[in-house]
């Protein structure tokens, strides 16, 4: 992400902030301070994260254990002090393609920098479906919840 952001964020600077090709860099400590307050509020299902610090070295982490990742946005909507973006997340890890979609519920502090980041997404089917072995069981394991 090469665009500079700045609050209120607004449909294209949310497209800008959730997009990242693979072979690009991610956006930069510099650029998430820029949008996100010093309390920022972060989850997914795989963690949570409290401080702009904190939100920070957690993007840091998932950008070192992948050999690449992108980020692409669907749909935006934003209303009053609250954003949503659909978005698909692809993971390159030891030659494998890890690809989730998800959405991400932003909410905006008085400032217009985001104070609360959620992310939704399943993690377990496209986590352990390309597997082999697991991903049969995983598969099946699904199979039994929908059937």
Do not use: N
């Not at 934003?78 to 997340?89: K, N, R, Y």
Request: aromatic share 14%; hydrophobic share 40%; net charge negative.
């Amino acid at each position: 992400m090469s665009a500079e952001l700045q609050p209120p964020l607004g449909e294209a600077s949310l497209r800008a902030l959730f997009t990242k090709p693979y072979g690009a860099p991610g956006p930069t400590p510099e650029q998430w301070r820029a949008v996100y307050d010093e309390a920022v509020h972060f989850q997914d299902p795989t963690q949570e994260k409290r401080g702009i610090e904190a939100f920070i070295l957690a993007q840091e982490g998932l950008m070192r254990r992948c050999e690449d990742v992108f980020l692409e946005p669907g749909a935006v909507a934003i209303s009053g002090d609250t954003a949503f973006v659909e978005w698909t997340m692809g993971l390159k890890i030891k030659g494998i393609e890890f690809v989730y979609p998800g959405t991400t519920r932003l909410r905006f502090g008085a400032d217009g920098k985001v104070v609360e980041h959620r992310d939704y997404f399943d993690f377990v089917g496209p986590t352990f479906a390309p597997v082999p072995l697991v991903g049969g069981f995983v598969r099946w394991l699904y199979g039994r919840f929908v059937a």
